[in-house]
């Protein structure tokens, strides 16, 4: 897990406003501390295109209101995002920015990889003299060697700072997927003296892929499911450093994925299982019906009719399938008929030539084969 623990890069403030009567200002012209509670707001959910059990990218939004600082809400000092449930968080495989770096060299000595793909940002209150003035400062993230993740903000009009936050993954907790738990610095426009910096909104875009010798690794995968809208959740910690604290949640939902490729593949496959099945299924019933059928067939040999070279036999099938003739000095004789009485012509060999000048008796055999079972019968007959 990462740090909690925020680290301090740099501030540098503006001679203006490190002026006592611009400082006095303030403090006479600002309004009275109100004990009402802040409040947030969310809105969050993963990048478009984003596939069900496949890498993505996600981004969240928390928006606070409030007038208990100085007419705004409490300096935020730490947030909790939790993604929806079956989300995958993690930064194995990727490349990391030690926070040395970031502080003495900058982002742009970080290794390639190390940077989340899409940069944050902060919009927030910050005092000169009487006044609060709105600030946007981009804040880029990085995945820090301890685990977790760095994040730096950079302000640069009105106020100009440069400071670090550190935020740590958190595993799955009850009904909630894994998380981010962000501690944010407290940011000074005037060092010591004036009021913190409020915040009014943060948004964190997490992810980032990373491809090495063939492999990508990416640090957020969608989840492998969803039947309905998926829920994401935030809270937040407010304080003013000086024992004036408050806390506030939201939540907020999104739109299912669309189904993955993998997932696809699977749909496919089970599709055709399931085919496969059924006919099996039903060529396994309709063997079964055949078979049960089949069961009380017959053939019969009805008459035989001796001539010179042949035997005329008449055979009756109450199914139908191939009829073999056989029989001392017959030539095997195998066609296939229907259901019903038929004459079958088969010729006698040399042998049952001269064997029928003698007239002598032989057994003759038909058999009837089905797809299941094979039934026969014979008669004693004289060439």
């Known amino acids: 897990m990462g740090r909690s623990s925020v680290g301090f890069i740099k501030l540098r403030r503006r001679a203006a406003v490190a002026s006592f009567a611009l400082l006095m200002a303030f403090y006479l012209g600002a309004p009275a501390r109100s004990s009402a509670a802040p409040s947030a707001s969310l809105t969050a959910g993963f990048a478009a295109g984003t596939r069900l059990g496949e890498p993505t990218t996600l981004t969240a939004t928390l928006n606070l209101t409030g007038s208990e600082y100085y007419g705004q809400p409490l300096p935020l000092s730490q947030l909790t995002l939790r993604t929806p449930p079956g989300t995958a968080l993690s930064d194995a495989g990727l490349p990391r920015c030690e926070t040395s770096v970031l502080i003495n060299l900058g982002p742009s000595r970080c290794p390639a990889g190390s940077e989340f793909m899409f940069v944050g940002s902060l919009t927030g209150f910050v005092a000169f003299?009487?006044?609060?003035?709105?600030?946007?400062?981009?804040?880029?993230?990085?995945?820090?060697?301890?685990?977790?993740?760095?994040?730096?903000l950079h302000g640069s009009n009105p106020a100009s700072y440069e400071l670090i936050a550190h935020g740590e993954y958190l595993p799955a907790e009850g009904d909630s997927g894994p998380g981010l738990r962000l501690s944010l610095p407290?940011?000074?426009?005037?060092?010591?003296?004036?009021?913190?910096?409020?915040?009014?909104?943060?948004?964190?875009?997490?992810?980032?892929?990373?491809?090495?010798?063939?492999?990508?690794?990416?640090?957020?995968?969608?989840?492998?499911?969803?039947?309905?809208?998926?829920?994401?959740?935030?809270?937040?910690?407010?304080?003013?450093?000086?024992?004036?604290?408050?806390?506030?949640s939201a939540d907020t939902t999104s739109g299912c994925p669309a189904i993955g490729k993998s997932q696809e593949e699977a749909v496919v496959a089970k599709k055709a299982s399931e085919e496969a099945q059924a006919r099996k299924a039903a060529e396994e019933a309709a063997a079964k019906k055949t078979a049960e059928e089949e069961r009380h067939a017959t053939?019969?040999?009805?008459?035989?009719?001796?001539?010179?070279?042949?035997?005329?036999?008449?055979?009756?099938?109450?199914?139908?399938?191939?009829?073999?003739?056989?029989?001392?000095g017959l030539k095997k004789t195998v066609v296939s008929l229907a259901a019903g009485t038929h004459q079958i012509p088969v010729a006698l060999s040399a042998a049952g030539k001269a064997e029928r000048k003698h007239g002598k008796r032989i057994k003759l055999a038909a058999s009837l084969k089905m797809s299941a079972r094979t039934v026969k019968s014979s008669e004693k007959v004289r060439l």
């Open 299 to 328: 053939v019969k040999i009805d008459k035989v009719k001796v001539s010179t070279a042949r035997v005329l036999v008449t055979v009756r099938l109450t199914h139908a399938g191939t009829v073999t003739i056989t029989g001392t």
């Open 129 to 152: 003299g009487d006044e609060y003035l709105e600030e946007q400062a981009p804040v880029e993230f990085f995945f820090d060697p301890e685990g977790g993740v760095s994040a730096l």
């Open 186 to 248: 407290a940011i000074e426009t005037v060092v010591g003296n004036a009021p913190l910096a409020s915040t009014k909104s943060l948004t964190i875009p997490l992810g980032a892929f990373y491809e090495h010798g063939g492999v990508t690794a990416a640090s957020v995968t969608a989840p492998k499911e969803c039947t309905i809208d998926l829920t994401w959740s935030v809270s937040a910690k407010l304080s003013n450093g000086e024992g004036t604290e408050a806390t506030t």
